[in-house]
C-alpha cells in the first residue's frame, strides 16, 4: 500500500462563514482526495472553481469549514500542527515577484531554512544543492530583480526544495511566465519529482504541462468532477469542454480526425496522422 502524504476526507470550506458555516458558497464543496508519496498530481478547473483554496487546505493555512484534512497522518488544526505540515507541504505562487525576500539570490534561498533554525553549515549545503537542482547555482550571486522570471520562479522553488518538503503545491506557477521561462520551470519540477521524488501537485491552465502528471483531477464549482491518467481524463473531450477546459491540442486533432481519443502526445499524434495519410496514398 502506498503511503498517503495529503488526505481531504469531505472537505467543505467556506470565505467567511458564519457561525454556522453558511454564509458563503462553498469555494471547496465535500472534496474528498488522497495525493500518495512520489506522485505528481495536476489539478485543472476554470477560474474561481476552487483550486487555490484547496491548495491552500492542502498545507494548512486554511483550516476546513467541514471535514478534515491531514498531512502524514497530522490533522490541520491549530497553529503548532499548521507549522509542522508546512514544513512538510510546500508552496510555490503565481508571481515569482511576491515571493523574493533577499536582495541576493541564494540569501533569498536561505531564507526558509533560517527562519526554521538550521545550523549555517547545513543551510550553505542546502542552498548550493537546491539552487544546482533549478539549474541556478551559477547565478546565486545575482540580484534576483535583475532575473527571467522563469529564473525568478526557479529561484522561489530553490527555496521551497532548502526547507526539505516532501511535497510541493504549484499554484499556477507559470502563469506569468513567457513561453520559455514556462518551458524551465517545467522542466525543473519535472526533475524535482522524477530524480529527487518530491510528490508534485501543479495547479495549471496549462494542458501540455497536466499531460507530464502521472494523475490529473479536474475540478468545477469546487467539486472533483473527474480524474484519471491525463489519458482517460483528456480522452473525455465533451466532458472538458462543457466545463469550459481545452483539452491538449493532438487529443483535439485526434478526435477531430476520427483517429482515436486521449492521444496526449505530439509524437502520437504525427505517427497517427502519417499512418492515416500513409494509408490514404
Ligand atoms: N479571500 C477570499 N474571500 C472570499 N472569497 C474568496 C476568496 N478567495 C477566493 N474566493 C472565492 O472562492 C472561490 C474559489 O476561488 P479560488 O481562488 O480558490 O479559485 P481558483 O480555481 O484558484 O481560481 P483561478 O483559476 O482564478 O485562480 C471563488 O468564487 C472566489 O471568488
Ligand atoms: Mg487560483
Known amino acids: 500500500m502506498q503511503e498517503k502524504i495529503i488526505e481531504l476526507k469531505n472537505v467543505t470550506f467556506v470565505y467567511d462563514a458564519d457561525e454556522e458555516g453558511k454564509t458563503n458558497k462553498p469555494a471547496v464543496n465535500d472534496v474528498s482526495l488522497d495525493i500518495y508519496k512520489g506522485e505528481f498530481v495536476a489539478v485543472l478547473g476554470h477560474n474561481g472553481c476552487g483550486k487555490s483554496t484547496l491548495a491552500k ?14 498531512v502524514k497522518g497530522i490533522p490541520s488544526e491549530g497553529e503548532e500542527n499548521g507549522d509542522k505540515i508546512r514544513r512538510i507541504v510546500g508552496m510555490v ?13 541564494e540569501d533569498d534561498v536561505a531564507f526558509g531554512p533560517e527562519n526554521l533554525g538550521v545550523e549555517p553549515k547545513e543551510i550553505r549545503r542546502r542552498v548550493d544543492e537546491a539552487l544546482k537542482s533549478v539549474n541556478m547555482y551559477d547565478m546565486r550571486e545575482r540580484e534576483p530583480h535583475k532575473l527571467s522570471g522563469g529564473q525568478k520562479q526557479r529561484v522561489a522553488i530553490a527555496g521551497v526544495i532548502a526547507m526539505q518538503t516532501e511535497s510541493i503545491i504549484f499554484d499556477e506557477p507559470t502563469a506569468m511566465l ?13 526533475r524535482l519529482n522524477k530524480e529527487m521524488g518530491i510528490t508534485i ?4 491552465h496549462f ?20 480524474q484519471g491518467t491525463p489519458r482517460e481524463v483528456f480522452s473525455k473531450i465533451d466532458l472538458l469542454r462543457e466545463h469550459g477546459l481545452d483539452v491538449p491540442q493532438s487529443a483535439e486533432l485526434c478526435h477531430s ?25
Not at 93 to 105: C, E, L, M, R
Not at 257 to 281: N, Q
Open 201 to 204: 501537485v501543479l495547479i495549471t
Open 57 to 70: 487546505l492542502c498545507n494548512a493555512i486554511y483550516e476546513p469549514t467541514e471535514g478534515a484534512v491531514t
Open 257 to 281: 480526425l476520427g483517429l482515436g481519443d486521449g492521444v496526449i502526445g505530439m509524437d502520437e499524434c504525427v505517427d497517427k496522422v502519417c499512418a492515416m495519410l500513409g494509408g490514404a496514398v
Open 93 to 105: 505562487f503565481q508571481n515569482p515577484d511576491n515571493q523574493i525576500v533577499a536582495t541576493i539570490v
Open 207 to 226: 494542458m501540455d504541462e497536466a499531460v507530464k502528471a502521472d494523475r490529473v483531477v479536474v475540478m468545477d464549482k469546487g467539486s472533483i468532477i473527474e
Open 178 to 190: 513567457d513561453p520559455s521561462g514556462r518551458k524551465e520551470v517545467m522542466a525543473a519540477i519535472q
